[in-house]
């Protein structure tokens, strides 16, 4: 699927491939100024978030990847992505085209890790300072000077489904999904994804997904306005 991404943004862009990577899986756990919710989002470990640059297309790629449970996100990966997107957000980007987001394997991201929440319900204001964190990031991104672009192959789900509409632009495989499933644990999206889905669809759509938790597939997403256009890989053609 990395080389079908690429194949599609190399034909907007016209240049070849060749990346370099960096990870950005480090300080939070050695910091002594780190807060106790930094600590106890660092201790909830699994998977990863990582930049990717690559020179000649002059893009940076977002991969998000805990494969094991659909990319949904740990705490860690949670402070991973801020810490990217505070990075992007110092560069100056003047030889940068575009900044992609994708996941890893065959989905995008499930949203939040479930048991990170479930295990520190009990810890005051722990709700409020995880959607601060991620909302945060989310403002990084879409306050850059060039567009950010998320690939969806397979479930983007709850946070992931708002990551992916907080995006300028927006691509899909007959494979992407997109649910906004926050309605049926009856909770309200919490990284503006109420207001952008509005923007993008209208009231009466956006009302739609927010309460029967509809999932989007593939062309579906481009119907609704949800996508700019789908990938297809010549298996599927």
Not at 176 to 187: D, K, N
Not at 198 to 207: H, I, K, M, T
């Amino acid at each position: 699927m990395d080389q079908l991404w690429l194949s599609v943004i190399r034909s907007r862009f016209g240049v070849r491939k060749s990346a370099k990577s960096f990870n950005f899986l480090q300080r939070h756990s050695s910091s002594g100024t780190q807060t106790d919710f930094n600590q106890i989002l660092m201790s909830a470990r699994g998977g990863s978030v990582t930049l990717h640059r690559n020179e000649e297309l002059k893009v940076d790629i977002i991969r998000i990847a805990n494969i094991s449970k659909k990319n949904a996100l740990s705490g860690q990966m949670v402070l991973q992505l801020s810490e990217i997107t505070s990075k992007l957000e110092k560069d100056r980007m003047q030889d940068k085209r575009a900044i992609l987001i994708s996941g890893d394997g065959d989905s995008f991201c499930a949203g939040a890790d479930l048991s990170l929440v479930e295990k520190n319900l009990k810890q005051a204001g722990f709700s409020d300072k995880l959607s601060e964190i991620m909302y945060d990031s989310q403002q990084r991104l879409a306050k850059l000077p060039v567009p950010s672009i998320a690939l969806i192959d397979g479930p983007a789900f709850g946070a992931g489904a708002e990551l992916a509409i907080g995006c300028d632009l927006r691509l899909t495989t007959p494979s992407g999904q997109l649910s906004f499933v926050h309605g049926r644990m009856g909770l309200a999206p919490a990284l503006g994804g109420a207001t952008r889905l509005v923007q993008l669809v209208g009231s009466a759509r956006a009302l739609d997904l927010l309460v029967t938790g509809r999932n989007l597939q593939g062309k579906e997403l481009v119907d609704w306005g949800l996508a700019s256009g789908r990938v297809i890989g010549e298996d599927e053609a």
